[in-house]
Every structure is written in C-alpha cells, then in structure tokens.
C-alpha cells in the first residue's frame, strides 16, 4: 500500500480563500515533497521539505511538517482558478524509492 | 524541449499482445523512475534505475513486466501478455537529486 494519505480527499474553495490540505505517512522518511496533477497529465514538483526541517515557504506555498506525528500539510494561500488540480504528497525513503498518496482534489471556483 | 518525454501518449491493445514505452529522461539525470497511475489514485511505484543498473523492482511488478535502461539513457518498459487490468497511465520521472521531474505519460488501454 501507499505510504502517503491525503486528507480530504476533495477539496472545493472560492478563489481567493486559502486551501489546506494534509497528508499523514506510516515509516521514517528523507524528505517529503507536494507535487501537483492537473487533469491527465504528468505531476510537477512543487516544494519539497526534509525531515530536519519544520516549515517551509515558497510563494503562495507554506509547507510544514511534524515528524512525531508523521504528518505534513500544504497551506495554498489566496487561490487561484489556476490552483484547480489534483495536489499529491510523496515521501523518500533511504533507499530513494518514492511513495504517493492517493491525493487532494482541489477546485477552485472563479 | 529539454524536459522528459514519453512514447506513445497513448497505447490500446488486445489482452494478450505485448507492449513497450519509452522513457526519455532530462540529459544528465541518472535515475529513472516507472510509475503505474490508475483513475483517481496516485502514482505508484513499478521500479527505478541509477544510470543502467536497475535498483529496486515493487512486488506488484509480475514477471509480465520488464524494464530496460540501457546505456544509462533512455528506458523502456514491456507488459507482455496483456491484461485488462493492466490498463492505467504509466509515468516515467527521472532525477538528479531529490526533485523528479515526471513526463506526460502513456495510457494504456487493455481492450
């Protein structure tokens, strides 16, 4: 089974209001990444966070994540239309061998 | 353009026959990864390579399943045999470090 879940499994916001979503894992891991899947196509890295690290930004981005519980959430602050897309977690275990989870899908209406 | 690409971008066959994607990686990535994604699921994970040496294989892989990287560059990966069940989108990514770098991907379509 898949390392990651993500939670909730679809989201739906008005464009402007923050999204949240969070993704739990079962086993130690290198680094956590979010990448985002829009509709039938390949995933594209978003921001990646190590295990040594509790919180990260990039742009409308806040990543954090709490190793004791073994969790990380993705923050998207003021969204966009844009921003509508399926959002995976994906943790790196020592061995370099990724694990997704099922994902978050996002929409955000115009 | 520079990034990973994938052929066919789409693939429908008879259960039975074989097929073979090809993966061509970002240049000066040495690792290559096969991914299986089926409808509303995320990615998961067949197998993946360091240059040509082919590290880790997942259990879910049946010996139906082969992938080659040779010379370190491009990849193949054959389904022999077809099976309905087979039918998904097959992602390939590759890497240099931690960040991958995913293509569009073949679907799949076992008839």
């Known amino acids: 089974s898949q390392q990651g879940e993500e939670d909730p499994q679809a989201l739906s916001i008005q464009e402007g209001e923050n999204a949240t979503m969070n993704c739990s894992y079962k086993t130690s891991i290198n680094n956590l990444q979010w990448y985002r899947q829009n509709s039938g196509r390949g995933l594209v890295h978003l921001i990646l966070i190590r295990s040594n690290e509790r919180e990260k930004h990039s742009g409308r981005l806040r990543v954090t994540l709490d190793t004791s519980k073994k969790s990380s959430s993705l923050l998207i602050t003021a969204s966009r239309a844009a921003d509508t897309a399926s959002y995976f977690c994906a943790t790196e275990d020592n061995f370099n061998k990724f694990y997704f989870g099922s994902g978050t899908k996002l929409n955000v209406k115009p | 353009d520079t990034g990973v690409s994938q052929n066919p971008r789409h693939k429908i066959t008879k259960r039975g026959q074989n097929v073979t994607f090809r993966c061509d990686p970002i240049?000066?990535?040495?690792?290559l990864y096969w991914y299986r994604q089926t409808l509303g699921q995320g990615p998961e994970f067949l197998t993946y390579f360091q240059n040509e040496a082919q590290l880790e294989k997942s259990r879910l892989l049946s010996d139906r399943f082969s992938a080659e990287r040779p010379k370190g560059s491009f990849s193949t990966l054959e389904i022999q045999r077809t099976e309905q069940g087979d039918s998904a989108m097959y992602l390939c990514?590759?890497?240099?470090?931690?960040?991958?770098?995913f293509g569009p991907g073949t679907r799949l379509t076992v008839l």
């Open positions: 240049s000066e990535h040495n690792r």
């Open positions: 990514a590759s890497s240099s470090s931690e960040e991958q770098f």
